[in-house]
């Protein structure tokens, strides 16, 4: 009778620890694997929480996983996946609101104690990213919660969602340093996904961040597959219907790069009209500034001109971030430098009037500010060029 219960117990053992049968396809979002202690309504919400979490839909997400607390008040990982959605590992540092939501839900998540080590461990590694966030500097915190993801990963190796995290964060740190222009930190990442591809094609998470890893001139012709993928994997994403295009317009595919910024602009206004009744959306921006600047290498200047006036017909915002800043700073300046349009450049003004901007930008490793980082300095570089004498000589 002895035999037969250890080989019941290592069965049991075995099936905790290999999570293959748990993987959860998500409409219009892709499939992901990731299970936990949690009640089946909780986990449903969870897994779309996580799927969103995967192509950057930080709001849906955060909804996804307060929907989930609702559903199991008991469910640390839901607070913990509210914790993550304050962080933006590729983006800006988080503000200072954003720190103060995010160490609120996690020190919920870990008042609750997860019922299992590996939902402990995820929690514990987050908080190593929101310890001391008022003293420690963002880039130092980064680099420990790669450390803590590391040792996640380690410690569950049947886990591909956390290496998945990992690689994500190990690109991440290498965001931290534009000037390393070996890209090991990238690297390092794309080795960890490329290897999870085959048992996870579908996964939203691992076609993103290869691309983010190598979105760069040198390397970018080895994320065009991921590219491809990304869009029809998770086609309800406007991040994700934009993020090919990095790509595209790296490697001067820009019919592909119009057709993923059109679709990534629609979705998120969609998205916009879903979540807060209408309005413009960040995403949409950023996806209407590729599209610009596709549009004018292929000389379609009355296209740009349009996708222009789109702009500033925007009087409103899903969230007024960094992305949306650029965007509106870039675009105009775009069209006038592109165009050799010198008198354009110099007299580009810092606009809309409604959106919060301040003429500043903060590096990634900074430490957050009160207000989020809006940006002057394209627009400023603009009129710069447009007011040299060299511009109104004809010399470039």
């Known amino acids: 009778m002895r035999l037969p219960l250890l080989i019941l117990y290592a069965l049991l053992a075995t099936a905790q620890d290999d999570h293959s049968q748990h ?14 202690s949690c009640n089946a309504a909780a986990q449903n919400f969870i897994s ?59 020190e919920r998540a870990m008042a609750l104690d997860a019922k299992t080590e590996r939902e402990r461990s995820y929690i514990n590694a987050l908080a190593v990213f929101y310890r001391d966030w008022q003293t420690v500097d963002h880039a130092t915190r980064a680099k420990n919660y790669e450390q803590a993801l590391a040792q996640v990963s380690e410690h569950n190796p049947n886990d591909d969602e956390a290496a998945i995290f990992h690689a994500l964060q190990l690109v991440a740190i290498g965001y931290l340093n534009p000037a390393d222009k070996t890209y090991a930190w990238q690297k390092k990442g794309a080795e960890i996904l490329n290897q999870i591809l085959p ?24 994320g065009l597959k991921a590219a491809r993928a990304y869009a029809t994997i998770a086609p309800d994403s406007p991040h994700a219907l934009h993020m090919p295009s990095h790509i595209f317009t790296r490697l001067g595919l820009w019919d592909d790069s119009i057709h993923s910024n059109t679709v990534s602009a629609k979705a998120a206004i969609a998205q ?12 949409q921006l950023h996806a209407m500034d590729y599209l610009v600047y596709a549009y004018l290498q292929q000389a379609k200047d009355a296209n740009a001109r349009e996708v222009l006036a789109e702009i500033d017909a925007i009087t409103r915002l899903d969230e007024n971030q960094f992305a949306a800043a650029y965007a509106f700073a870039a675009a105009p300046a775009r069209l006038a430098l592109e165009r050799h349009d010198w008198k354009a450049a110099a007299a580009l003004e810092i606009k809309p009037a409604w959106f919060p901007c301040r003429v500043m930008s903060r590096p990634r490793g900074a430490q957050p500010s009160k207000s989020p980082p809006y940006v002057g300095p394209s627009r400023q570089r603009a009129t710069t060029i447009g007011r040299a004498p060299s511009a109104h000589s004809g010399k470039r």
């Open 199 to 222: 048992r996870h094609p579908n996964h939203p998470g691992v076609a993103h961040y290869i691309i983010h890893s190598v979105d760069y001139p040198p390397l970018a012709e080895l």
């Open 23 to 36: 993987q959860h396809a998500v409409a219009g979002l892709g499939t992901v694997d990731f299970p936990t």
């Open 272 to 283: 916009s009209q879903r979540l807060h009744g209408g309005g413009g959306a960040f995403d």
């Open 48 to 106: 779309r929480g996580a799927a969103l979490l995967h192509s950057f839909g930080y709001e849906e997400s955060r909804r996804a996983f307060n929907d989930a607390a609702k559903a199991d008040p008991s469910c640390a990982m839901a607070y913990w996946g509210v914790a993550r959605t304050w962080y933006h590992p590729i983006w800006a540092p988080p503000s200072v609101d954003e720190l103060k939501q995010g160490a609120a839900a996690l």
